[in-house]
Every structure is written in structure tokens, then in C-alpha cells.
């Protein structure tokens, strides 16, 4: 083994992972298993309506205002780092949103959001966040935003408005084989619904 260490030396790790596998091999060595890294703390913020998973409409903003749901909003956001897309930030009826970080996702730097800081993508983003000590950073829209966040979320919180309305903009479908409902609520036409995923 005091061969293979050296041969390692100054290696990516990559590399290191596959040259330690093939020395292992060729010298009947056994070699531990490589763990998956645990995801970290991500949460997407999400309401859509039923059937159809609607998030958005032409124009922006959502096809429907329910006040219980922005108090459920602001509620489980509060006091975090919300991040979100270009079009997202231009339909919030306050901007910045109030007593959380704003962070908004433009490839463009010289594009300015007034009380908000600009991130060039989602990683880079959800890395601000956690360097300014948020150790859940929150998702909050657009529609290809939350594609892109949804395979690193770990926490969903959803509200599912049971009315019919037609959009533009969808949620992407949840696998919830995958998630563990840990609570939800009902209220009229609403149900809150909190999912973590398992196994992580």
C-alpha cells in the first residue's frame, strides 16, 4: 500500500479514485466503497394549483391571491436567503422582500435589483447563501429555476390551491416515492404540505 500512496501524490481526486481503484484490483486489495455526498439543507418554496401543477401566467405573477397562503410565505421564509429568478423578482408586489437576503439569478452583471444581489447561477447563489451563514438557503421560483433546484432540495414546502386556472409557468412533477409527507394542513381551498426527502 506504501507503493499506491505514493503514486497518489499530487493527483486530483478523481484521479486518486480511480487509480486506487485499479492498484486495488491488480494487487487483490480491498478498497472501501465511495459514499455518495449527503446534500445539504435546500428548501423550494412553491404554491401551485390543481390539476396541472399551474405556477405562473402571461404577465407574470400568480393567477390567484389567497392571503393565508403569503402568511404562509412569509412565514416559513422569514429570516432566510430567498433566491429566485429575473422574472420572479420583477412580479413581487415588494421588492426587496422584507427581513430576508434577496438573491436574484442573471447571467447578465449589468443588471442591477435594488435591495438585492445578483448571482450569476443557482450553485453560486445557493453558495452565498451559505457563506452568509444561511444553513437552509429557499427557492422560490421561476418555473426553471425550480427545475433546476428541485434535484438538490432536501425540504419542499408546498401549497397546493385546489381551483382551477390556466398559466404558462408549471411546477415539474415530484416524485414523492422519494419525499416523506412530515406535515400538512388544510384551509378552505388550500393544503400546506411539507416534504423531506428520504435517505439522505
Same mark, same amino acid.
Given at each position: 500500500?506504501?507503493?499506491?500512496?505514493?503514486?497518489?501524490?499530487?493527483?486530483?481526486?478523481?484521479?486518486?479514485?480511480?487509480?486506487?481503484? !485499479?492498484?486495488?484490483?491488480?494487487?487483490?486489495?480491498?478498497?472501501?466503497?465511495?459514499?455518495?455526498?449527503?446534500?445539504?439543507?435546500?428548501?423550494?418554496?412553491?404554491?401551485?394549483?390543481?390539476?396541472?401543477? *399551474?405556477?405562473?401566467?402571461?404577465?407574470?405573477?400568480?393567477?390567484?391571491?389567497?392571503?393565508?397562503?403569503?402568511?404562509?410565505?412569509?412565514?416559513?421564509?422569514?429570516?432566510?436567503?430567498?433566491?429566485?429568478?429575473?422574472?420572479?423578482?420583477?412580479?413581487?408586489?415588494?421588492?426587496?422582500?422584507?427581513?430576508?437576503?434577496?438573491?436574484?439569478? !442573471?447571467?447578465? $452583471?449589468?443588471?442591477?435589483?435594488?435591495?438585492?444581489?445578483?448571482? $450569476?447561477?443557482?450553485?453560486?447563489?445557493?453558495?452565498?447563501?451559505?457563506?452568509?451563514?444561511?444553513?437552509? $438557503?429557499?427557492?422560490?421560483?421561476?418555473?426553471? *429555476?425550480?427545475?433546476?433546484?428541485?434535484?438538490?432540495?432536501? *425540504?419542499?414546502?408546498?401549497?397546493? *390551491?385546489?381551483?382551477?386556472?390556466?398559466?404558462?409557468?408549471?411546477?415539474?412533477?415530484?416524485?414523492?416515492?422519494?419525499?416523506?409527507? /412530515?406535515?400538512?394542513?388544510?384551509?378552505?381551498?388550500?393544503?400546506?404540505? /411539507?416534504?423531506?426527502?428520504?435517505?439522505?
Amino acid at each position: 500500500m506504501s507503493v499506491l500512496m505514493l503514486v497518489l501524490v499530487d493527483i486530483d481526486d478523481g484521479k486518486q479514485v480511480f487509480l486506487a481503484r !485499479s492498484f486495488a484490483l491488480l494487487f487483490h486489495c480491498k478498497f472501501p466503497r465511495v459514499q455518495p455526498s449527503k446534500l445539504e439543507k435546500l428548501a423550494v418554496v412553491v404554491a401551485y394549483s390543481l390539476p396541472g401543477r *399551474v405556477i405562473g401566467r402571461d404577465g407574470g405573477g400568480l393567477p390567484w391571491h389567497h392571503p393565508e397562503d403569503l402568511r404562509s410565505f412569509r412565514e416559513v421564509t422569514a429570516g432566510h436567503t430567498v433566491i429566485m429568478g429575473r422574472r420572479t423578482w420583477e412580479c413581487l408586489p415588494v421588492r426587496p422582500l422584507p427581513e430576508r437576503r434577496n438573491l436574484v439569478l !442573471s447571467r447578465n $452583471p449589468a443588471l442591477h435589483f435594488p435591495g438585492a444581489e445578483t448571482c $450569476p447561477t443557482l450553485l453560486s447563489a445557493i453558495a452565498a447563501a451559505r457563506a452568509g451563514g444561511d444553513p437552509c $438557503p429557499m427557492v422560490i421560483g421561476g418555473g426553471t *429555476v425550480f427545475e433546476e433546484a428541485l434535484p438538490l432540495a432536501t *425540504v419542499l414546502y408546498i401549497t397546493e *390551491v385546489y381551483e382551477t386556472h390556466t398559466g404558462t409557468t408549471f411546477f415539474p412533477p415530484v416524485d414523492e416515492t422519494q419525499w416523506e409527507e /412530515v406535515s400538512h394542513r388544510a384551509s378552505g381551498p388550500l393544503k400546506f404540505r /411539507v416534504l423531506e426527502r428520504r435517505n439522505i
